[in-house]
């Protein structure tokens, strides 16, 4: 098993989300966005100036901030 943040994810790299970290607004907010525990998630990209990211879950392309993807662990193995 290997937990890590969504933010050191190389980009076409997937992984199942196991933990959403932060104060409970944000959590909120990423979990309404679709990102929750036991979701495949795939970093497809970073933009040009390294933030946001663009990633695909659950059949759609969104978009975070370099700090929400930090509060995202992931574990690799099971995204494999």
Known sequence: ???ITVEQ???????IVSEI??????????MEMGILPGSKLTLVKWAPLGDPAECQIRGYKLS????EA??????TKKGE
């Open 64 to 67: 975070l901030r370099r700090a």
């Open 70 to 75: 930090a509060l995202i662990t992931v574990d």
């Open 21 to 30: 970290q932060g104060e409970t607004a944000i959590r909120r907010r990423l």
């Open 9 to 15: 994810l190389p980009p076409g790299s997937s992984g």
């Open 1 to 3: 098993m290997s937990i």
